[in-house]
């Protein structure tokens, strides 16, 4: 059984560019959900994404967008990158309904100069 | 504004003894919690959960008590082990949002 898999694991961005962090869920999990942990905070939610459609979001402005594909996989995209965007993006696949939380990948840690 | 609060950054235990580390939500709306483990450079790692219709639930060395009445939430470690030494993150959910605290960091002293 694979687990969450995020990549990259690091990634320096220049402000007002945009990036891409990706995410494979792991095997048998249907949903995913982004998280945005700063430093000395606990992860605070972005969005989850079930069956290829958004399924709750966080108080992130729209710059934030994601996707999710039929293979479960997904992608988290933000525009217009700002200073304190500088995070540990964390990718967390589950099944719904599941009581058991989430599995979360290791992060990408995203500089924004 | 956050809903849930770990007050206590971290905590240094003995090997052996209890670890006792405290969360509260302010959200009467909760209804499950769950306590994560992080070690460096690794994402959280589900440990132990309870839901609001109890007040406690065991797993090995890990305890979990709930009082609702309180809005507060406690995680016993019994006994502390040095590879328990990590960052614990408790977290609450109300439908498919997590809200998570700020973390404690433990560090259990051989």
């Known amino acids: 059984e694979t687990g969450v898999t995020q990549s990259p694991t690091h990634l320096i961005k220049t402000r007002g560019q945009q990036v891409t962090l990706r995410c494979s869920s792991q095997s048998g999990h249907n949903t995913v959900s982004w998280y945005q942990q700063a430093l000395g905070q606990g992860p605070q939610f972005i969005f989850q994404y079930y069956r290829e459609e958004e399924n709750g979001r966080g108080n992130f402005p729209p710059r934030f967008s994601g996707l999710q594909f039929p293979n479960y996989s997904s992608e988290l995209n933000v525009n217009a990158l700002e200073l304190d965007d500088s995070a540990l993006y964390l990718c967390?696949?589950?099944?719904?309904?599941?009581?058991?939380?989430?599995?979360f990948g290791s992060g990408t840690r995203l500089t924004v100069v | 504004d956050q809903q849930v609060k770990q007050n206590s950054p971290s905590l240094s235990v003995q090997e052996g003894r209890i670890s006792i580390l405290n969360c509260d939500y302010t959200n009467s709306m909760f209804d499950y919690f769950l306590w994560y483990k992080k070690y460096p450079a690794e994402g959280p790692t589900f440990l132990i959960s309870?839901?609001?219709?109890?007040d406690k639930n065991e797993d090995g060395r890990f305890t979990v008590f709930l009082n609702k009445s309180a809005k507060h939430l406690s995680l016993h470690i019994v006994p502390s082990q040095p590879g328990d030494s990590a960052v614990y993150f408790c977290?609450?959910?109300?439908?498919?949002?997590?809200?998570f605290g700020t973390g404690t960091s433990l560090t259990v002293i051989p």
């Open positions: 977290a609450a959910s109300v439908g498919n949002q997590f809200y």
């Open positions: 309870i839901s609001s219709i109890k």
């Open positions: 967390a696949s589950s099944l719904a309904g599941s009581a058991y939380g989430y599995t």
